[in-house]
């Protein structure tokens, strides 16, 4: 983790923004059309993430950077069309950003906290999200009941855990594609006989970059066999 950031103005997305954030013109180069969706989630994270138990309050300072920004880095390896899972959605990291930026995208959020759904609910609401649907419980849950093109996650467990819960929801030749930390080459090895068992490729890892002087995001992929 890096040192606090200051914290954001009262309007968040406005031209000053908190020190090391990106600016406002620089947000919208990159987001494109989507920009004022993100916008506004970012705007309803700032505004109420902390007082609901989404995040940190050393986090307030830093949502573009170490969020958001860091949860669209994952939107590249994704489909632009078919079936997304985020599982473990919490404050919709990354599935509200990757909705907002993959409109043509059906995106499902499974989440087992009753009242991070009503969250979600909320969110997908306010912003303007129908190509999203929330669910709520566990992921093993609806194994066999979705087919999915991509299931991605962010901060959720460990890979070998990820692959057990993840995998029954992919469809064959669909991915598994999950934010991870830096040291996830550590996490493959123990990983092995779960992949193993849906014939899962090899994993790839690839460092995916957003915006000039923002962090990269550690992504890891692996294709469903059987």
């Known amino acids: 983790m890096v040192d606090d950031a200051q914290a954001v103005e009262a ?5 000053q923004v908190a020190s090391g954030e990106p600016a406002r013109a620089q947000l919208e180069a990159y987001f494109g059309a989507s920009f004022e969706k993100v916008s506004a989630f970012h705007a309803m994270l700032a505004e109420h993430g902390e007082e609901r138990g989404l995040i940190g309050p050393r986090e307030l300072g830093r949502l573009w950077n170490r969020h958001i920004l860091n949860s669209a880095a994952v939107v590249r390896y994704l489909p632009a069309r078919g079936t997304i899972v985020d599982v473990g959605s919490g404050a919709g990291l990354p599935g509200i950003v990757i909705a907002a930026m993959l409109p043509d995208a059906e995106v499902v959020l499974i989440e087992p906290m009753e009242r991070r759904c009503a969250w979600l609910d909320e969110v997908v609401e306010t912003v303007g999200l129908p190509n999203v649907t929330v669910r709520r419980g566990r992921a093993d849950e609806y194994a066999g009941a979705i087919e999915a093109d991509a ?3 962010r901060a959720v467990a460990s890979l070998s855990k990820l ?8 469809a064959v030749g669909g991915e598994l594609v999950v934010l991870k ?4 080459r550590d996490e ?21 970059t957003t915006i000039d002087g923002t ?5 890891l992929r692996s294709r469903r066999g059987r």
Do not use: D, H, Y
């Open 11 to 15: 309007e968040p997305g406005s031209e």
């Open 151 to 153: 299931v991605t996650s």
């Open 188 to 208: 493959i090895e123990p990983a092995r006989k779960a992949l193993r068992s849906f014939g899962a490729s090899e994993p790839e890892i690839v460092e995916a």
């Open 181 to 184: 930390g830096r040291n996830v």
């Open 215 to 219: 962090e990269s995001t550690t992504v």
């Open 163 to 170: 692959v057990r819960w993840s995998f029954p929801l992919v």
